[in-house]
T-cell receptor, first 116, second 116 residues
Framework: DTGVSQNPRHKITKRGQNVTFRCDPI?????LYWYRQTLGQGPEFLTY????????KSRLLSDRFSAERPKGSFSTLEIQRTEQGDSAMYLC??????????????FGDGTRLSIL | AQSVTQPDIHITVSEGASLELRCNYS??????LFWYVQSPGQGLQLLLK??????LVQGIKGFEAEFKRSQSSFNLRKPSVHWSDAAEYFC??????????????FGTGTRLLVSP
């Protein structure tokens, strides 16, 4: 079990630039989740995948955000035309669904995004 | 809508003393409940979970939590705190999303400080 891996760990960019984050889930996990955490707050759900299908998106996920999981393995989260309010920690989690039971989500160490 | 309340923003406990972190949830059905711990700059680590059955659940690092349906609470306890327990603690409820699957709704967290 190598855990959930996120890259990069830190990203600093200028307002208006596009950024892309990558998440590699635990290998046998079929679900992958993205959360956003701002300073002093708990994580907030953004979206999740069951294999390669994106099954739910939060209202927090504006049209500048897009997430993909093309082969049901790793996932990418892209933010276009970044804004100051996008500064946050972006957390990825994965879990295994078996026999209709949701297993606990395991989190990566996150990507911290800072917008200058 | 589902929600989680952690009424204590900060708690300071002397090393070796007992600990109780409070968590209240709002959810219309039988909840899935979790406690996660987060060290600075890191992701979230699962401490324990409640899905069903015995309302007193044991977790890692000597933590336990008790589910009380009548009080809508899931308080976290530890009999003797170690300096390494200093971190941010998040309570979460497993909510059913638009497509019927689980996502996590988190509280705002409680920061635990451990004094010598």
């Amino acid at each position: 079990d190598t855990g959930v891996s996120q890259n990069p760990r830190h990203k600093i960019t200028k307002r208006g630039q596009n950024v892309t984050f990558r998440c590699d889930p635990i290998s046998e996990h079929n679900r992958l989740y993205w959360y956003r955490q701002t300073l002093g707050q708990g994580p907030e759900f953004l979206t999740y995948f069951q294999n390669e299908a994106q099954l739910e998106k939060s209202r927090l996920l504006s049209d500048r955000f897009s997430a993909e999981r093309p082969k049901g393995s790793f996932s990418t989260l892209e933010i276009q035309r970044t804004e100051q309010g996008d500064s946050a920690m972006y957390l990825c989690a994965s879990s295994l669904v078996a026999a209709g039971v949701n297993q606990p989500q395991h989190f990566g160490d996150g990507t911290r995004l800072s917008i200058l | 809508a589902q929600s989680v309340t952690q009424p204590d923003i900060h708690i300071t406990v002397s090393e070796g003393a007992s600990l109780e972190l409070r968590c209240n949830y709002s959810y219309g059905a039988t909840p899935y409940l979790f406690w996660y711990v987060q060290s600075p700059g890191q992701g979230l680590q699962l401490l324990l979970k409640y899905f069903s059955g015995d309302t007193l659940v044991q977790g890692i690092k000597g933590f336990e939590a008790e589910f009380k349906r009548s009080q809508s609470s899931f308080n976290l306890r530890k009999p003797s705190v170690h300096w390494s327990d200093a971190a941010e603690y998040f309570c979460a409820v497993g909510a059913r999303g638009d497509t019927g699957f689980q996502k996590l709704v988190f509280g705002t967290g409680t920061r635990l400080l451990v004094s010598p």
